[in-house]
Every structure is written in structure tokens, then in C-alpha cells.
């Protein structure tokens, strides 16, 4: 059944999929803070993706749906750290180590065991995998990780100017949005539902991908330069 929950989710795994495309279609793939970029994107597209699918009634008696979201959200954070910290051009190698060995622990845990995954839970309007005993590790990492992110544009924001400043404010405010949205499939894991976060909480991810699609078009956002008139 088609409806905003399921409805947003496929939008923004369509419209990530195909910024992640435009990131590399400008011939910024050898970079590699484009391909950190396009690759966050894409983990955004696996992870809606896999939203969409969990409409009323939706049946994962493998869990592979449920661990395959949660493998796409699990590299959301991680890779929103490592594309923030080369586009802000932070020394800070111990964090984003830090960042792939728990983020690879819990893709693990979620793969090869039931303490992320441990079931489908069924409501009137969606479906959701139902968290295991692990789950609570998963959103502080999650929390942390994006909290980090955040702090660190802010932090970068104040001190930057000119064109600069622009570039990081544009990719902090976008960012909040997008976050901010994608807070409705934690807070429906403990039955809240606070409007409009829910049912339209989700389409701040494409409010998010068409902000930093300007962006990057009208400020050259992480120096992709774009030639308009061939779009």
C-alpha cells in the first residue's frame, strides 16, 4: 500500500541515486572526496531503498531486508564523517578509524546475528524491523557520529569566509534538514509520531539531495565544476 511513509522513502532513494550519479558524471570520480561523497549518497539510496519496501503486511522471515537497511544505515554516519572531515580538511585519522572499526562491528553484529535485526513489527500504515538487543549501540553511534559531523561545519562555518563560508553553511543547513527528517524511523521504533516529522519526515532527505544539487551548481560546492549549459 502506497502511502507517504513508503512513498518518501522511494523518492529519496531516487533522488540520492541520481545525485550520487551526478557527483560522478562530472568527471570527478578519480577525486576522492567525490567518490566519498557519491558513495554517502548511495548509502542513502540502499538505505531507503530498503524502506520502501516495508509497506503493511511486509514479510522478512530471513531478515535480509531488515540487516541490508540497516548495513545502508550503519554507513550513512561513516561515510558523512569521512566526507566531512576531507571536505573541511580536519587531521583527525584517529576519529574516522575509530568510525569504520565500530561501524564495521555493527555491520557484523547486524549480518550475522540477531542483536540489530531481530524481526518485522507490523503497524496500520508501515512495517519496521523490529530492533534487537543491540540496537541501542546502533543510534548512539548513529547520534554520534552525525553529531560530530554537524559540530564540525558549525565549528568551520563560524571561522570561514567569502565563498568558503557559503560552501560550509549551505552543507550544514542541508545537512540538519536531512537528519532531522530521517529522525522519523528512530522515533517510530518507540511509538512516537510527532507532526510533521511524521508521516513527511522522510522527504527532507530529497529536500536535502535538491540543496546540495544547487549547491553545487550555484556555489561549486567541494569545487565540482559543472557546465550547466550541457544539462
Excluded at 559540530?151 to 532531522?180: E, P, T, V
Aim: hydrophobic share 50%; aromatic share 20%.
Amino acid at each position: 500500500m502506497l502511502n507517504h511513509f513508503t512513498f518518501s522513502a522511494a523518492v529519496t532513494a531516487i533522488a540520492t541515486f541520481l545525485l550520487g550519479l551526478f557527483v560522478i558524471a562530472n568527471g570527478r570520480w578519480r577525486n576522492k572526496l567525490y567518490l566519498e561523497f557519491a558513495f554517502f549518497s548511495f548509502s542513502i539510496t540502499l538505505w531507503s531503498f530498503c524502506v520502501s519496501l516495508f509497506i503493511p503486511g511486509f514479510d522478512d522471515p530471513r531478515l535480509f531486508w531488515g540487516r541490508t537497511l540497516h548495513v545502508g544505515a550503519i554507513f550513512i554516519p561513516v561515510l558523512f564523517v569521512q566526507y566531512v572531515s576531507d571536505f573541511l580538511k580536519l587531521e583527525n585519522r584517529r576519529v574516522k578509524q575509530g568510525c569504520y572499526f565500530f561501524g564495521g562491528s555493527l555491520i557484523l553484529i547486524t549480518v550475522l546475528t540477531q542483536g540489530i535485526v531481530r524481526g518485522v513489527t507490523h503497524r496500520a500504515d508501515y512495517s519496521f524491523p523490529t530492533p534487537g538487543p543491540a540496537y541501542l549501540y546502533f543510534v548512539t553511534f548513529f547520534a554520534s557520529c552525525v553529531g560530530y559531523g554537524i559540530y564540525a561545519l558549525s565549528m568551520a562555518g563560524i571561522h570561514a569566509k567569502g565563498l568558503r563560508k557559503q560552501r560550509i553553511n549551505f552543507l550544514l543547513i542541508a545537512s540538519i534538514i536531512g537528519y532531522l527528517g530521517g529522525a522519523k524511523h528512530f522515533l517510530i521504533l518507540i511509538d512516537q509520531h510527532p507532526y510533521p516529522v511524521y508521516p513527511y519526515g522522510t522527504y527532507a532527505l530529497a529536500i536535502y539531495t535538491f540543496m546540495v544539487t544547487y549547491a553545487i551548481v550555484k556555489y561549486r560546492l567541494m569545487d565540482i565544476r559543472v557546465m550547466v549549459a550541457r544539462w
